[in-house]
């Protein structure tokens, strides 16, 4: 039985960003792609448009699966300490070498200043993190573990820089328990109802 | 009177690195290279060793005068939290049409995942900077505006990553006054003498 046309694209993609998000959008040739993805370049033009559609396609597909985890994380989540640590401890808990940043942020740092299509791509995403973040802090205020008179926004924004930050930190080669540390000292940093910045996080 | 040949060099670095800043390594060939430093190939490769070298001594360069600016700007700061702020103004101040990253943080994302060298660097960058910073916050302590038994490692490493994040979400196009109010918060979450989140700053 022929596999079906939305499985191939699935996969397509799944292989094409994997390449972009190791090389790059620059350094990945239309050849490149060709070898990963197993179809020719003419399939990929039929099929995307090209280079850069495809590259847009795989961005958005990385937004979409990211945008559903965060949000049935955060809103199953009984307490927004420990769910953060777990969020941060999946970049921080990473080897080494096997850190390869967030596609997102890559993308941003490569292409926003020159490119105003990618730029308007990072916003919407920025808006969707944030977003989420405030509405998981919005749950955290209501049960009682954020002041209620806090800046659920600002607070939102915060962790989203944070977050953007952590990714590029733990590219640097940074190690975990230091990494760890400086996640303690952020997530403190928040407005908490009761905060205790030595307890154990 | 000829240019002196370190004058001259100076000026080919920083031709090259605003052409690299803008468009990230991969994306800037050669002849690119020859049009923005105004030197034929055949120069930049006798001066230089080729493109990478040319783009490793970029680095260095910006490296070593950001350290000099960093260390002679926090050495002299004579209170530490208006010379943060100072510190993140200066990138969340510019319109977002000016607000090309940070040349190391580009770096990194771009290449650092795959290239050993820039690894390297990244990380020689990271520790140079977090030094700078837990000297700044070890004065602060002596001037009693840090309080005594707190983490100064941690700190400085927390300040790192956030100075990261920035970087990235004012490349998202994130409005000045919500990341100012982000900095309040990333600010107040140092371990401050005397802390107060609401004061102004």
Redesign the interface.
Known sequence: MPRSKAFEEKLVLEKARDLFW???Y??TSIQDLEKATGIRRSSIYNAFGGKRELFNRTLKAYQSFNQDVLQKFLSTATLLRPALIELFERIIGLPVAE???CYV??A???????DAEV?RF??E??MMFTSLLKSALGDALHRGEIKADS?L???A??L??????????S????PGN??R??V???I????WEVND?KEEC
Request: positive net charge; without cysteine; charged residues 25%.
């Open positions: 190791e090389r790059g620059a350094a850190r390869k940043g942020v890559n941003t740092t490569e292409l926003a200043a020159v730029l990072a916003a995403n920025r800046d926004e600002a607070q924004n915060y989203f820089v944070w977050y953007n930050g952590l990714q590029v930190a590219q640097t080669g940074m230091e990494l540390k400086a303690k000292l952020a403190a940093g928040l407005e910045r």
